[in-house]
Nanobody, 115 residues
Framework: QVQLVESGGGLVQAGGSLRLSCAGSGGTLKIWTMGWHRQAPGKQRELVASISPGGTTNYIDSVKGRFTISRDNAKNTLYLQMDSLKPDDTAVYYC?????????WGQGTQVTVSS
């Protein structure tokens, strides 16, 4: 059973940076596309960034140029480097991997950006 554990969230001022990590266990994740999602209060969960097994990345427009998704396959770990943070980035951030028909999620990590 795959398990994902996020870390690295916190409170930061606008313009600051945070680096989120997602450690996977229970299976190798390097052959699957992985992603970071976020959910702000009163809003639907949205996909922020994804990375393919080969390293191809995709981002939503609002974070392009500010966020960088990466993965360390040797460590079975996914990262999200977040720079130039804005108050609108405040949300709970979740990592995700879809393996065949099963979706696996971490417990989430809170990111709060103060103005």
């Amino acid at each position: 059973q795959v398990q994902l554990v996020e870390s690295g969230g916190g409170l930061v001022q606008a313009g600051g940076s945070l680096r989120l990590s997602c450690a996977g266990s229970g299976g190798t994740l390097k052959i699957w596309t992985m992603g970071w999602h976020r959910q702000a209060p009163g809003k639907q969960r949205e996909l922020v960034a994804s990375i393919s097994p080969g390293g191809t990345t995709n981002y939503i427009d609002s974070v392009k140029g500010r966020f960088t998704i990466s993965r360390d396959n040797a460590k079975n770990t996914l990262y999200l480097q977040m720079d130039s943070l804005k108050p609108d980035d405040t949300a709970v951030y979740y990592c995700n991997v879809k393996i065949f028909f099963d979706d696996y999620w971490g417990q989430g990590t809170q990111v709060t950006v103060s103005s």
